[in-house]
Structure formats: C-alpha cells, structure tokens
C-alpha cells in the first residue's frame, strides 16, 4: 500500500512540476493555476475510480493541447504516459475478457460477448471516443461473436435481451438500466455467467450470489 501510496504522490508532484514547465513556456503564474485546480478538485479522491478508457472531446485532447506550445526540448513524458495508459485500457479489458473467457472454458474465438455501453459516460448518448467501440473492435480482432447494446444509442430491446445466450457481459458504462439490471434474471438467460464489470455498476456480492464469476478492473487476477 505504501508503494502505491507514494507512486500516487510522485505523480501528482510530476503533474505540477509539468504545469510548472508549461507555465514558464507560456508566461502564466502557477500559483494562479494551481489554486484555481485545486479549487475545483477539493473534494475529490486522491486517486479516482479506474475506468475502460477515457472518452469524450476534452480530456483525450486537452492533455495534447496543454503541451503543443512546447519546445522539443521541453519534458512532456507525463502527458504522453498518461495519454498512453488512458488509450490503452479498451486493450486491458479485452485482455481480462480473453482471460475469463479461457477459465469458463468458452475460447474467444468461438464465445459470444456483449458489450453493454457504447457512449463514454453513464446516461448520456455522446459516443465520441467512447472506449465501447473500441473495445468491440478488440475483441472482434480475435473473432469473437460481439453483440452491443446501449438504451441511449440505438434504442430498441432490452440489455436482458441482449444478454441471452452469451458467454461473458462486459458493462463498460454505468447507464441506470443496467444498474437496475436484474441480476437473476441475467443470469438465467446467459450461456455462461461471466461478467466484467467495468464501471463497478453491479454490487459484487449480489453479482455472485446468483452465480456470475465477478471480474473488474484493477481485481482481475491476472496473474
């Protein structure tokens, strides 16, 4: 716990510390910047929920755009790590799923999967660089029967319905149909009762008292 404690801290130094360079590339003062940030982020947790990926137009961008101004010279390996981590989570949840797939005995070639979720925050239908595509792109790479649903893109039958006769539900988006999802009922219309939560939008417990195998990101067990 210490170790991530103080990797968490590193990096929050180096947030700064990156702030800082840009503010000296630009002529801004950080003390102005860093109280106006933490103004915004009183209450926030040291270190946020992980997640499928980062969508949306602003984040995946403003990090490429804090930097632009940069002279080559100039450290931006933060930015560009973090970009790098964030862009390849849709490949981590497709790993988790090949992984689950393999202990239910289902390969990933001949499982049907559905992807739950296809916009990139909870009820909202903006799909821009949503991480559901690109996850269904992924899995799709490895021939992989995809099924996807979303109430808020493509309206139509039920994620119950969309369940029926798979081998794994992946839930990338935490919409409130699916936090009402009748847990039971799911997992009698599955073919295999594997689920991969990606936004802790199920109650664990619950999940596996009806007899789903749980799997989230960040407690995997990959190893």
């Known amino acids: 716990m210490k170790t991530a404690e103080n990797t968490a801290r590193d990096v929050q130094i180096a947030i700064a510390n990156q702030l800082a360079v840009v503010c000296d590339h630009v002529g801004a003062d950080i003390t102005l910047v860093r109280d106006h940030v933490n103004r915004l982020w009183r209450t926030e947790p040291l270190i946020l929920e992980p997640g499928p990926g980062v969508g949306g137009y602003c984040v995946?961008?403003?990090?490429w755009l804090l930097v632009s101004s940069l002279p080559p010279t100039a450290s931006t390996a933060l930015v560009r790590g973090a970009r790098e981590v964030n862009?390849?989570?849709p490949e981590h949840v497709a790993a988790i799923a090949?992984?689950?797939?393999e202990r239910a005995g289902a390969p990933l070639a001949d499982a049907r999967v559905a992807v739950l979720g296809l916009t990139y925050n909870g009820d909202s239908d903006d799909?821009?660089?949503a991480p559901g595509p690109r996850i269904v792109r992924a899995l799709e790479r490895s021939c992989a029967e995809i099924v996807t649903h979303d109430p808020l893109v493509a309206p139509g039958q039920g994620a119950l319905a969309t369940l029926a006769g798979v081998d794994l539900a992946i839930l990338v988006v935490?919409?409130?149909?699916?936090r009402a999802l009748d847990l039971e009922a799911a997992s009698r219309t599955v073919r295999r009762a594997c689920l991969l939560d990606c936004r802790q939008v199920v109650d664990r417990g619950l999940a596996e008292a009806v007899g789903f195998t749980y799997y989230g990101i960040g407690a995997a067990s990959l190893a």
């Open 60 to 63: 995946p961008k403003d990090p």
């Open 87 to 89: 862009d390849s989570m």
């Open 98 to 101: 090949r992984r689950a797939l």
């Open 127 to 129: 799909v821009r660089n």
């Open 174 to 178: 935490a919409h409130t149909e699916y």
